[in-house]
């Protein structure tokens, strides 16, 4: 099988499959290759770029996407680490922690957790010191 990028006598782009360079040649002197959006039987191969596959080297050296990719990245990497080390993680009971603290039913301590959007309104509605952190919490998993 081979693709051919396509372009019909009205400039419309498209690509289609055949068997074989025969199989198009056959096809496209028959009559039978048409441009899908106005049906012009005039149709022509474009300029194609053949796929080739990456080096070993190439394909190996993938970029580590854990690691900061711009000084943006690497200031919201140190805002988050700073709040993680003085603040305690409360995960769902973000809310009920929050309101118990505002209360003062619960020792006065920086949080952080996760709330759902409605609870999140409903605090900030309620005047809670609340605000939306810019990462998502880091996930425990097995």
Known sequence: MIRYNLKCGAGHGFESWFKN???????????????????????????????????????????????????????????????????????????AEAR???????PERPIHGEAKPDEARAMIEEGLPVAPLPFLPARKVN
């Open 21 to 95: 360079a025969e199989g198009f040649a056959a096809l496209q002197s028959a009559g039978q290759v048409s441009c899908p959006v106005c049906g012009s039987p005039e149709v022509e191969k474009e300029l194609m770029a053949p796929a080739v596959r990456p080096s070993r080297k190439a394909a190996a050296a993938k970029p580590d996407l854990s690691a900061p990719a711009s000084e943006l990245e690497e200031k919201l990497a140190a805002l988050k680490k700073q709040i993680e080390e003085n603040s305690e993680y409360v995960g769902m009971n973000f809310a």
């Open 100 to 106: 118990k603290i505002h209360a003062g039913e619960a």
